[in-house]
Nanobody, 123 residues
């Protein structure tokens, strides 16, 4: 499966962005999907995940209350709505497909990754 992210950009602190990730086929429809991010010089970290039905979600502490993950399985899409953005949210954001049936926060549980989309938040 191929994943393609879009929607990144340069915004100011307090602004919003909506990231999108398109999967090339429906093989992801039964797997959890997640967003990770990687800032320069830092490890790639979990941001948010959603189960295959879209009913269960999980967020990092930094994303909780500001970001919302959702999926449209009919369209093979997953989204990340990011509100109240902060300069520390600046990173390359990646979507990923989980190997198993649960939302894992560790990157080794994810089997496919997109190329990433840059999000830059200025102060």
């Amino acid at each position: 499966v191929q994943l393609v992210e879009s929607g990144g950009g340069l915004v100011q602190a307090g602004d919003s962005l909506r990231l999108s990730c398109a999967a090339s086929d429906r093989t992801v429809s039964n797997n959890p999907l997640a967003w990770f991010r990687q800032a320069p010089g830092k490890e790639r970290e979990f941001v948010a995940g959603v189960d295959w039905r879209g009913g269960r979600t999980s967020y990092s502490d930094s994303a909780k209350g500001r970001f919302t993950i959702s999926r449209d399985s009919a369209k093979n899409m997953v989204y990340l709505q990011m509100d109240s953005l902060r300069p520390e949210d600046t990173a390359v954001y990646y979507c990923a497909v989980a190997r198993g049936g649960f939302i894992a926060t560790a990157r080794e549980y994810y089997t496919a990754w997109g190329q990433g989309t840059q999000v830059t938040v200025s102060s």
